[in-house]
């Protein structure tokens, strides 16, 4: 019985022979003074096993927490109550670890026995999900189950295909590709898995698709998204516009093609500008668009005058309109 069965029993019973009772000008009230002890046994897989003395209201977490629970080979999926020789429930607990529900915990009597048995089917998953680890799996849980105890992939993971190294025939190892996109927008598909398995969950590309570059002589240079029918007059609008001193006979495209080589587009800028279709390029995904100075391409060249002997700082000068030999010296 519980506290509240036991103050509904004596309200009942008393109520007969206290009027106010029902009434309800008496009221009663019921507490405990001293809990029961009870002896249970804790053996198998947990740091400290052995016989405990504890209250007896203790559940079974009760119990695993005073003998510092399971070790590291010990079984967190199969944990036994043995009662009069009887297996009388089964803890699972990572039912608790992961959603903090403690549905099979049951409370103990005098004399329980708690089994912590060896670990069983263990498996290693590594890569893009949520809670990576080495998980003990049950007889009947597969790749689905795993996947939902690690707490799903992440979003950047490529669920066509992850990739599960095996050990066969006590020998060597073996490499099994498996489609978990299938697998997981599937009501009935699954992957078995076997003790041991070593689960790898790929990331994604690192590479992005729909990007061109703008370099160079330009306000806003930098990565844009490469929108379809984008031209080099509307990347170079993107970019806020040119510079002054932008070299506008020609220019540069360094596209990337199909096998990856590169090969190189030159075109007349102050063209594309206007709008010329023959220059105005259609941008391709990649594509790097070079927009050079007058100075870079050596258009606008410099005069410089030389000057050498017994003097502080011989060397060239660049030579201003106006300038005398007491200036230069």
């Given at each position: 019985?519980?506290?509240?069965?036991?103050?509904?029993?004596?309200?009942?019973?008393?109520?007969?022979?206290?009027?106010?009772?029902?009434?309800?000008?008496?009221?009663?009230?019921?507490?405990?003074?001293?809990?029961?002890?009870?002896?249970?046994?804790?053996?198998?897989?947990?740091?400290?096993?052995?016989?405990?003395?504890?209250?007896?209201?203790?559940?079974?977490?009760?119990?695993?927490?005073?003998?510092?629970?399971?070790t590291t080979i010990g079984s967190l999926r199969?944990?036994?109550?043995?009662?009069?020789?009887?297996?009388?429930?089964?803890?699972?607990?990572?039912?608790?670890?992961?959603?903090?529900?403690?549905?099979?915990?049951?409370?103990?009597?005098?004399?329980d026995t708690i089994l912590v048995p060896p670990?069983?089917?263990?498996?290693?998953?590594?890569?893009?999900?949520?809670?990576?680890?080495?998980?003990?799996?049950?007889?009947?849980?597969?790749?689905?189950?795993?996947?939902?105890?690690?707490?799903?992939?992440?979003?950047?993971?490529?669920?066509?295909?992850?990739?599960?190294?095996?050990?066969?025939?006590?020998?060597?190892?073996?490499?099994?590709?498996?489609?978990?996109?299938?697998?997981?927008?599937?009501?009935?598909?699954?992957?078995?898995?076997?003790?041991?398995?070593?689960?790898?969950?790929?990331?994604?590309?690192?590479?992005?698709?729909?990007?061109?570059?703008?370099?160079?002589?330009?306000?806003?240079?930098?990565?844009?998204?490469?929108?379809?029918?984008?031209?080099?007059?509307?990347?170079?609008?993107?970019?806020?516009?040119?510079?002054?001193?932008?070299?506008?006979?020609?220019?540069?495209?360094?596209?990337?093609?199909?096998?990856?080589?590169?090969?190189i587009i030159r075109f007349n800028l102050r063209?594309?500008?206007?709008?010329?279709?023959?220059?105005?390029?259609?941008?391709?995904?990649?594509?790097?668009?070079?927009?050079?100075?007058?100075?870079?391409?050596?258009?606008?060249?410099?005069?410089?005058?030389?000057?050498?002997?017994?003097?502080?700082?011989?060397?060239?000068?660049?030579?201003?309109?106006?300038?005398?030999?007491?200036?230069?010296?």
């Amino acid at each position: 019985l519980t506290l509240e069965d036991v103050r509904k029993k004596l309200i009942t019973n008393m109520a007969s022979a206290y009027s106010g009772i029902k009434e309800q000008t008496t009221f009663v009230d019921i507490s405990l003074g001293k809990l029961k002890k009870i002896k249970v046994f804790i053996v198998g897989e947990v740091v400290r096993p052995g016989g405990y003395t504890v209250p007896s209201v203790s559940m079974v977490f009760n119990a695993l927490y005073y003998a510092g629970g399971p070790t590291t080979i010990g079984s967190l999926r199969n944990i036994k109550v043995i009662r009069h020789n009887k297996v009388v429930a089964v803890i699972d607990l990572y039912e608790y670890l992961l959603s903090g529900e403690r549905k099979n915990d049951i409370r103990l009597h005098n004399f329980d026995t708690i089994l912590v048995p060896p670990i069983g089917k263990r498996v290693t998953l590594r890569g893009k999900v949520h809670r990576p680890a080495i998980y003990e799996l049950a007889d009947v849980e597969g790749l689905k189950e795993l996947i939902e105890i690690a707490g799903d992939v992440e979003s950047d993971a490529y669920t066509e295909r992850i990739q599960i190294t095996r050990i066969i025939k006590d020998k060597m190892k073996e490499i099994v590709d498996v489609n978990l996109k299938e697998i997981i927008e599937s009501d009935s598909a699954n992957f078995s898995l076997n003790d041991r398995d070593e689960i790898i969950v790929f990331p994604i590309r690192d590479i992005m698709e729909n990007y061109v570059d703008l370099r160079g002589n330009i306000w806003r240079p930098g990565r844009f998204e490469l929108l379809p029918g984008m031209t080099v007059k509307d990347i170079i609008r993107k970019g806020e516009g040119i510079f002054e001193d932008t070299y506008l006979d020609r220019a540069l495209i360094i596209r990337t093609l199909p096998d990856l080589r590169k090969t190189i587009i030159r075109f007349n800028l102050r063209k594309a500008l206007l709008g010329d279709t023959l220059e105005n390029y259609l941008l391709q995904r990649w594509d790097v668009v070079m927009i050079r100075s007058i100075w870079e391409v050596g258009i606008e060249k410099r005069n410089t005058v030389s000057i050498s002997g017994p003097i502080a700082k011989s060397g060239n000068y660049e030579l201003y309109d106006g300038m005398t030999l007491k200036d230069l010296i």
